[in-house]
């Protein structure tokens, strides 16, 4: 059985070429630009406010779900016969004989290589 590559973000939706969804660090960035370029005599309310900072949350809350499903999904596949395409364009296949993370993303360990899961291109 032969399946596409895995997407292991969910930063990978596009409209028009650019990313439909942000990240925690561009989040803030943006409340920070918001909260410092404001109308002093019109400023944010407490509920916006606190309505942001809750959207931050649950926007921080379903980043770490999906690291969670992709982890799990990750070790579904210890055992599996799986073929991945390195960055540097050399092809490699093998047994998923472990997995890791690392700096939040997810490595298979393939004939003692450590391989990026979004490497992927095929699991028999």
């Known amino acids: 059985m032969t399946i596409g590559a895995i997407q292991t973000s969910t930063n990978t939706a596009t409209f028009g070429g650019s990313r439909a969804t942000m990240d925690t660090y561009q989040f803030l960035r943006l409340l920070i630009v918001e909260l410092t370029s404001q109308n002093p005599m019109d400023p944010v309310r407490d509920r916006d406010f606190l309505a942001q900072m809750a959207q931050l949350n649950t926007a921080q809350q379903m980043e770490r779900i999906g690291g969670l499903f992709t982890t799990f999904q990750a070790a579904g596949l210890i055992g599996r016969e799986v073929e991945a395409v390195l960055p540097t364009g ?22 003692g290589e450590a391989i990026p899961m979004e490497s992927l291109r095929a699991i028999r």
């Not at 050399?90 to 004939?111: C, D, P, Y």
């Open 90 to 111: 050399a092809r490699l296949s093998g047994k998923v004989e472990g997995v890791q993370m690392s700096a939040g993303r997810v490595f298979l360990t393939i004939n």
